[in-house]
């Protein structure tokens, strides 16, 4: 299968699917649990319950396109992360 990395269904998993969705033969296993949980904004479809994120109608990362979307923002998050760090890291010069 061409492509097989950014798609998979594990259609005998005793959750499948764990969300409900109008395309069941699209729907993509790869992020079981989502890398993107830990954003403020990720993009998807969450309530905030308690303040715990609370994901059950959101299917963004299980949707055509939905790899692309979080590597897009996985690398966008972590480019702002090395930034950051980079910045932290400059001595003080006021001193």
């Known amino acids: ?3 097989s990395f950014k798609f998979f269904a594990n259609k005998d998993c005793r959750y ?3 969300h409900k969705t109008a395309d069941p033969e699209h729907f993509n296993c790869l992020f079981c649990f989502c ?9 998807g479809n969450y309530k905030m319950t308690r303040g715990v994120k609370d ?3 959101c299917t963004l990362p299980h949707d055509k396109g ?3 979307h979080v590597l897009k923002r996985l690398k966008t998050e972590f480019t702002e ?3 950051n760090a980079a910045e932290a890291d400059k001595p003080d010069e006021s001193a």
């Open 1 to 3: 299968m061409k492509h």
């Open 16 to 18: 499948y699917p764990c």
């Open 35 to 43: 890398p993107l949980y830990f954003l403020d904004d990720c993009g």
């Open 55 to 57: 994901c059950t109608d």
């Open 66 to 68: 939905g790899y692309a």
């Open 81 to 83: 992360m090395r930034k």
